[in-house]
């Protein structure tokens, strides 16, 4: 059975299909449709004499698997094209199966049963805790388009090598001000989980503020620049709300009051607020993941080399003193 031959197949099937949903209302639940195309489909094969040619059912993607076809099945109650797929991980992907088609049933409105290649269905991924693609029957701009790629060639990519892929997509429609919350490469990552819960920066033990501020520090230079900057702490108040679950209502609190910056009124009390986590900062410059380092500084440098970068677009951003006239001394001796 070709291409051709087994596209002939879903058509007549989901002939069949938006035949019985209109007539009856016995298949109209999700629960119930899956197992009602798997039957509709049998049929014609066997009708065409193919009636071995189904796998037998399986838990995984995609729900049908027919040879080196497969078809994915999705219903919705609503009057929509749109909905809801599989993770970008296909982490269940049935192995021999190289084309896949999705089967999708639209109880809402009048209802219509449609089938469509799947990979040219999808038009946007949802950049949850767990990335999941979307698909629209018919949709004018399917995603793999604007990747650059092909949905055949992204899956068989490991899940490291998609996020690139998702991060761009992703980092391409944030608003001024946004950043990305999603870094991971794979969704098991060992380096890092954010809890569902907030908890509350002021309600924190010292030492779990203090290497807070120092990896928002790090990540966020721009905390450097004049207290004329309005944006000045957005990056800082971003990492720890996205990536660490925390959220400071007070960004001043991280490093402008003088709980941070020590018993001394008076004078640049952000600097004296660096001095005193620097240690914790070159630790956060060693164990850091570079998804962050790429997403807040645009590059990567090695991790030796991430202090003198700090300081570099510090005294950029600074206007009224030289951070590295100040800190991290140990750093700049080495290079002379």
Not at 64 to 69: H, M, R, S, T, Y
Not at 84 to 98: K, Y
Not at 224 to 246: E, I
């Amino acid at each position: 059975m070709d291409q051709v031959e087994f596209e002939q197949i879903l058509a007549v099937a989901t002939e069949r299909l938006t035949d019985d949903v209109r007539q009856s209302a016995d298949h109209h639940k999700p629960s119930v449709f899956e197992d009602f195309v798997r039957e509709t489909v049998q049929q014609v094969l066997l009708e065409r004499g193919h009636g071995a040619a189904m796998d037998p059912r399986v838990q995984g993607f995609p729900d049908i698997a027919v040879g080196n076809f497969g078809i994915e099945v999705k219903c919705t109650e609503s009057d929509s094209w749109r909905c809801i797929a599989n993770s970008v991980s296909e982490g269940n992907a049935v192995v021999d199966v190289d084309r896949i088609y999705v089967i999708y049933g639209k109880i809402g409105g009048i209802p219509e049963v449609r089938w469509a290649d799947y990979g040219r269905s999808i038009m946007h991924v949802r950049t949850s805790h767990v990335p999941r693609f979307e698909i629209e029957i018919g949709t004018q701009r399917p995603l793999f388009e604007q990747l650059g790629t092909t949905y055949e060639d992204f899956r068989g990519l490991s899940m490291h090598d998609k996020m690139p892929y998702i991060r761009e997509y992703a980092r391409g429609r944030l608003g001024p001000g946004e950043r990305l919350w999603w870094l991971e490469d794979k969704e098991d990552d060992d380096q890092h989980t954010m809890s569902l819960s907030v908890k509350i920066y002021m309600d924190l033990p010292q030492d779990e503020k203090r290497k807070l501020r120092a990896e928002a520090a790090l990540m966020s230079p721009m905390i450097c620049a004049s207290s004329r900057s309005r944006r000045k702490y957005n990056d800082a108040v971003l990492y720890m709300m996205t990536y660490r679950g925390v959220l400071c209502p007070q960004a001043r609190d991280l490093f402008s009051a003088g709980s941070v910056a020590g018993p001394e009124r008076g004078g640049n009390y952000l600097l004296r607020a660096l001095q005193d986590i620097q240690d914790e900062m070159r630790t956060a410059a060693q164990e850091l993941e570079d998804a962050l380092f790429q997403e807040y500084w645009g590059h990567v440098p090695a991790p030796e080399n991430r202090i003198l970068e700090w300081l570099r677009m510090a005294d950029q951003f600074a206007s009224d003193w030289i951070p590295s006239e100040n800190l991290f001394f140990d750093e700049q001796n080495r290079i002379g």
